[in-house]
């Protein structure tokens, strides 16, 4: 998973919820289950927009 993938996903987070959750990273993910549902949601319309 590249760095700049995650910048993206958020700052586009911050900007639509502000400081709302965390979005501390762990190994797997984020340590906020919203957070984590949330950017593996955005990762998958992202990689069915490119196809």
Known sequence: MSEGIRIRFERLYRSVHGDKHD?????????DAIVDRAFFFWL????????
């Open 44 to 51: 998958e319309g992202r990689q069915g927009a490119a196809s």
């Open 23 to 31: 979005l501390r990273r762990t190994y797997l993910g984020y340590r």
